[in-house]
């Protein structure tokens, strides 16, 4: 998906680019101070979309994970974390006999990351305990805060878009996501992946 933003999506942002700067130069001596503002506003909203694109991309897999592997990226993630939101992450990441596939460390990352965000955009947490074990033929990631819980009883709406994105790339991996939280308990969130055969690093 990645590779067809990137190729697909930038090529025909490239070639608009391209045809509108051609109808700028034809009709450059006729236009008036006005069109041409239009014009450029059409060229700054371009590259805008030639940026978005590229770091949605980007996104969907960082470079960081095939050049460091996941549990380092995790690591400096959580280090990152704590760094600018003043949150003590406690981590139990006992993943050494996983050798994760790429699709399953893609979604391990992104789990962490959006869960650890929404910890500190709605949470009012000061610790969150970051967990990735092996159960049996499952890898369980988990993300516990101690922060006020969910307001008036309410569970977070289960469409709500990190949530949602969440359990659509669990999904996706045969997984399933699980949410328990109370007013002032807190909120955890726990992710279960299958894994693939033939994943011990025997």
Not at 150 to 171: D, H, Q, Y
């Amino acid at each position: 998906m990645a590779r067809e933003l990137h190729d697909d999506l930038g090529q025909q942002l490239a070639a608009l680019k391209l045809e509108v700067s051609r109808i700028d130069n034809r009709a450059e001596a006729a236009m008036t101070a006005l069109a041409g503002a239009d014009l450029h506003n059409i060229y700054t909203l371009i590259d805008q979309l030639v940026v978005s694109v590229r770091r949605i991309a980007t996104d969907l897999r960082p470079a960081m994970l095939d050049d460091l592997g996941l549990i380092p990226v995790v690591e400096w993630f959580s280090d990152q974390f704590s760094a600018r939101y003043g949150v003590r992450v406690i981590r139990q990441i006992d993943a050494d006999d996983i050798d994760f596939q790429p699709e399953t460390a893609t979604v391990v990352f992104r789990v962490v990351q959006q869960a650890m965000t929404n910890v500190a955009r709605h949470s009012g947490a000061t610790e969150v305990m970051l967990k990735i074990v092996r159960d049996g033929p499952n890898c369980i990631v988990s993300v516990a805060d101690n922060g006020r819980g969910c307001p008036s009883g309410k569970r977070p709406a289960r469409n709500s878009f990190g949530l949602l994105g969440m359990r659509e790339r669990a999904a996706a991996l045969g997984g399933e996501l699980r949410i328990q939280t109370a007013p002032g308990q807190g909120f955890a969130l726990s992710v279960s992946l299958p894994l693939a055969e033939g994943s011990s690093a025997g």
